[in-house]
Nanobody, 121 residues
Framework: QVQLVESGGRLVQAGDSLRLSCTAS????????MGWFRQAPGREREFVAA????????KYADSAKGRFTISRDDTENAVYLAMNSLQPEDTAVYYC??????????????WGQGTQVTVSS
């Protein structure tokens, strides 16, 4: 049974930094592409960032480029999202996702339950 468990979401001020974590179990993590999505109230879930299992290959949404960094630690079966210069529009539930390849992550095979990030102005 695959499980993705996110952590690290909380209330922060605009301009703050935050790091989200996701630990995975039940899958071959070192051969799995991992990603982050988010869903703000009243909006559709959107892609944020992804990292292939060859971890030099990453992909970011335009809103994340230059501010967010995705990384992974295959020894810990974990993927991280470091977020800097957070703004109120970054407020959302952030979801960890997994699939075989970074291309396939457009429609993830597995999802976590999400962690809430709230950025106050």
């Amino acid at each position: 049974q695959v499980q993705l468990v996110e952590s690290g979401g909380r209330l922060v001020q605009a301009g703050d930094s935050l790091r989200l974590s996701c630990t995975a179990s039940g899958l071959a993590f070192s051969r799995t592409a991992m990603g982050w999505f988010r869903q703000a109230p009243g909006r559709e879930r959107e892609f944020v960032a992804a990292i292939h299992w060859i971890d030099i290959i990453t992909k970011y949404a335009d809103s994340a480029k230059g501010r967010f960094t995705i990384s992974r630690d295959d020894t810990e079966n974990a993927v991280y999202l470091a977020m800097n210069s957070l703004q109120p529009e970054d407020t959302a539930v952030y979801y960890c996702a997994a699939h075989d390849t970074i291309v396939a992550l457009t429609t993830p095979k597995y999802w976590g339950q999400g962690t809430q990030v709230t950025v106050s102005s």
